[in-house]
């Protein structure tokens, strides 16, 4: 037995065990599904939102409201259009359906764009940008000490920053795992930060928020002019119709102008209210949802200002309505890559997250595989090397020596190096390694001579050779041999 034959089995054995576990693995398969068939971001939102035409349009979930506002508007302007635009055109003039046409497809054009776009949600923190946020703030210590209880919620973190000479807190968000820039709320419906909210509109089935917000006012502003354009001439057919016929026979003959008048009288007010309470909004640069919570009002102090109106109401309209529309941040049609971090999932509070799950996970699975394939190497190195596996807790036999503490630490199933232990000569070698026991008989205690010593440790000119070896083996008993080795695979499964 030469020094580099017993590292030739052993390294054969970890290739092989490598091989096996790499082609059997179970991770293969969903990578391979990953790469075939890519997913879109909008098809793992995180927030409640429905999407349609391939991630191009985004709604809220809760539509309903939206379509009765859909079938409000088209109905009542159909009946216009069919019953009393052709009276209208031909004893007044046909400018009264050109103008009526444009107003509605005016309002119907702003009222998809408000409906079917992105209102500006922010994306939340993925995992490693939580866990880093989290150590900032340094909670994660107290978390992982376990000191927070399971309905356990910390206290609200703020932030402060100064803008334009006024101070505004930024306040965290539990759910997104981010702080909120200025002016930017989380919509509990959709489940979403948005940048500069204004509020959650049922009525076109989205949220409003600083990338829709100039549409909405568009809409209600041109639903505003919609509305009072069909009340007034449905009015001015049902008088010009009674002046011929009489009020009750005009009434008789045009019943779709009773159903307009009515539903564009009992609208007309909540419309016109609504246009005009986001016209005084846009004037001071304010959003409904500062407005509602008095952010900027003079009764907090008398340093409390608005830090964002430019101090004339032209210029604050020109901001809202002619500024540049910022870019989408989330995305929502682009591709997944393979190894893009998900954003954390909600915890209410508790700081849990996906990322330090999975890698505690596969720490484990590594440790488990690492083991593993240490045991099996082990129990496929020879025997000789195996046995420093006996610790100094084990009685030595009578007049024997024990392995010490440099011995004990050696790596088991590795070609043992020159240095790694002391110099072992003749007289200290196998004799310790391989306690025999003197009930056998026939069998007899080895001489300094007769001792072999581990491949690669003998002495220039030692007249030990491998004949000596093998015969000092075949006198060892083999029960002896057999309790060693599985003492040592013992041990090691143990540790």
Request: hydrophobic residues 35%; charged residues 15%.
């Amino acid at each position: 037995m030469t020094p580099g034959g017993g590292s030739g089995p052993m390294k054969d054995c970890e290739y092989s065990q490598i091989s096996t576990h790499s082609s059997s693995s179970p991770m293969e398969s969903p990578h391979k599904k990953k790469k075939a068939a890519p997913k879109r971001k909008w098809e793992v939102f995180p927030g409640r939102n429905k999407f349609f035409c391939n991630g191009r349009i985004m709604m809220a979930r809760q539509t309903g409201v939206f379509y009765l506002t859909l079938v409000l508007i088209l109905v009542t302007s159909g009946l216009f259009f069919a019953f009393d635009c052709p009276y209208l055109s031909e004893k007044i003039t046909p400018a009264i359906p050109a103008i009526g046409g444009i107003l509605f497809f005016f309002v119907m054009g702003t009222l998809m764009r408000t409906s079917f776009s992105d209102p500006g949600v922010l994306p939340r923190a993925t995992p490693d940008e939580a866990a880093d946020l989290e150590r900032q703030i340094g909670n994660t210590e107290d978390i992982a000490n376990g000191s927070s209880s399971g309905g356990y919620r910390p206290p609200p973190r703020t932030k402060e920053v100064i803008i334009n000479g006024q101070t505004v807190k930024l306040k965290y968000c539990f759910t997104c795992k981010i702080f909120r820039p200025p002016r930017a709320s989380h919509c509990s419906l959709c489940d979403n930060c948005v940048e500069r909210f204004d509020h959650h509109c049922p009525w076109v089935g989205n949220c409003v928020g600083k990338r829709n917000y100039r549409f909405f006012y568009m809409f209600i502003l041109s639903l505003s002019f919609l509305t009072v354009f069909i009340f007034a001439f449905v009015i001015t057919h049902v008088i010009l119709r009674s002046q011929q016929a009489g009020f009750l026979n005009a009434l008789k003959d045009s019943p779709a102008s009773v159903l307009e008048a009515v539903v564009c009288f009992f609208s007309v007010w909540s419309i016109v209210g609504l246009s005009g309470f986001h016209t005084y909004l846009i004037s001071s640069n304010q959003t409904t949802n500062e407005d509602i919570k008095g952010s900027w009002s003079n009764k907090r102090g008398k340093e409390n200002y608005n830090p964002y109106s430019y101090g004339n109401i032209f210029t604050n309209c020109c901001a809202a309505l002619c500024g540049p529309i910022s870019p989408s941040l989330i995305d929502r049609r682009g591709f997944i890559q393979p190894d893009t971090p998900q954003p954390a999932a909600p915890s209410n509070g508790i700081t849990m997250y996906g990322a330090t799950q999975s890698q505690s996970n596969m720490c484990d699975q590594d440790q488990c595989i690492q083991s593993t394939k240490f045991v099996l190497q082990a129990a496929a190195t020879p025997l000789l090397q195996s046995e420093p596996s006996i610790t100094s807790e084990e009685l030595p036999l009578p007049g024997k020596t024990t392995i010490g503490a440099p011995c004990a630490t050696l790596t088991l199933g590795q070609p043992t190096p020159p240095s790694s232990m002391p110099n072992l000569t003749s007289e200290t070698g196998l004799t310790d390694m391989i306690p025999l026991k003197e009930e056998h008989e026939g069998h007899q205690f080895l001489t300094p001579e007769e001792a072999p010593s581990p491949p690669g440790m003998l002495p220039a000119g030692s007249p030990i050779t491998h004949s000596h070896t093998m015969h000092v083996l075949s006198l060892a008993s083999q029960d002896s041999l057999h309790e060693d080795s599985v003492r040592g695979l013992v041990k090691l499964s143990s540790v």
